[in-house]
């Protein structure tokens, strides 16, 4: 018996994200909530011939606490998307207090949740959601995961295009470590389980590399001020959730990128801290999951030379969006 619940429901990740959680046959109650529509979506989504009871709820009435009550794996696309022109960080003013007010609900509602984190910006957004837990007395960090698996999708198709076969983006696995934004956004090429063409020349490398960085800034200029990935990151957020309800279920040998707290598992922690040479909370890298979530943090593994440039990128700007996080809650009017 699985309980999932994705609070956002009736957005553009919302609604797609919805449909691939009611179509997977481990869910047996699905709950949808937002601030508008989630009757609708709700009735829609029960009409679908799989095992999933699904109820929509909206604000009124404790809404947020009646889906929230029993819940063990929650998923919050909630807040908005860019726009041509902005930066995820663009995005913290609204989302930040967002995000804070689902973990309030989350805190006294479900505590013991899993709990998945998708809206942007993810660097910022899962410390606060750690910040709030922490405040309750109720913070497990390996129970709260920052959503990059986007990151991994694009990594894998854009290099099967790049090896001439697209039938191979979903046996290519490249880990993506880091963070999700920009130059946070690592891809560790020199591991991926179909290596690139040893006639790659750097400036192809260095452009895939960027494709992959900067992959949402592609589908915002498509998009043309419509928002940002939606369905792509739906299907991304579907794969992540559904390898987690496998680890909970008992299934062994299920790891993915995903952006944790680095005491989930004290000894990985520091090794990768160690690593990285710098004392981050948080950092995106290969964790292996487990029935209580977070079952080990792997390290980086050999890097090439541009690899460890890369990282050494990514670690100043993570540091600050970790912070900006951390800070909200500390002092909530900023
Ligand atoms: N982690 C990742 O890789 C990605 C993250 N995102 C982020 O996901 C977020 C959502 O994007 P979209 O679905 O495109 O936006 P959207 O605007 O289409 O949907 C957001 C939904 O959140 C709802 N909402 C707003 N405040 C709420 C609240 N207090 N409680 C519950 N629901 C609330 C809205 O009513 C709306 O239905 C954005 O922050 C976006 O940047 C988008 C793509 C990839
Ligand atoms: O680019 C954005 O704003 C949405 C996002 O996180 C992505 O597509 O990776």
Do not use: C, W
Request: hydrophobic share 45%; net charge neutral; aromatic share 4%.
């Amino acid at each position: 018996m699985v309980k999932a619940v994705v609070l956002g429901a009736a957005g553009g990740i919302g609604q797609p994200l919805s449909l691939l959680l009611k179509a997977n046959p481990l869910i047996t109650e699905l709950g949808l909530f937002d601030i508008v529509n989630t009757p609708g979506v709700a009735a829609d989504l029960s009409h679908i011939s799989t095992p999933a009871k699904v109820v929509g709820y909206l604000p009124p009435d404790d809404g947020l606490k009646k889906v929230l009550t029993n819940a063990d794996v929650i998923v919050i696309p909630a807040g908005v998307p860019r726009k041509p022109g902005m930066t995820r960080d663009d995005l913290f003013k609204i989302n930040a207090g967002i995000v804070r007010d689902l973990a309030t609900g989350i805190a006294t509602a479900a505590p013991k949740a899993f709990v998945l984190v998708i809206s942007n910006p993810v660097n910022s957004t899962v410390p606060i959601v750690a910040e709030v837990l922490k405040k309750h007395g109720v913070f497990d960090p390996k129970r709260l995961f920052g959503v990059t698996t986007l990151d991994v999708v694009r990594a894998s198709t854009f290099v099967a295009e790049i090896l001439g076969d697209l039938s191979l983006s979903k046996s290519v696995a490249v880990p993506v470590v880091g963070g999700h934004s920009g130059v946070t956004i690592v891809p560790l090429l020199s591991q991926s389980s179909h290596p690139l063409p040893a006639n790659l020349t750097t400036d192809q490398y260095e452009a895939l590399v960027k494709r992959i960085q900067f992959g949402g800034d592609e589908v915002v200029k498509a998009k043309d001020g419509a928002g940002s990935a939606t369905l792509s990151m739906a299907y991304a957020g579907a794969e992540f959730a559904a390898k987690l309800i496998r680890a909970i279920g008992g299934e062994k040998g299920v790891s993915a990128p995903t952006f944790v707290n680095l005491s989930a598992d004290p000894s990985g922690g520091e090794a990768l801290k160690k690593e990285l040479g710098q004392d981050l909370d948080y950092f995106s890298t290969v964790v292996e999951l487990g029935p209580e979530g977070v079952a080990k943090i792997n390290t980086l593994g050999s890097l090439t030379d541009a690899e460890t440039a890369l990282v050494k990128a990514a670690i100043p700007e993570l540091a600050t969006n970790i912070q900006t996080g951390v800070s909200f809650i500390a002092s909530p009017k900023l």
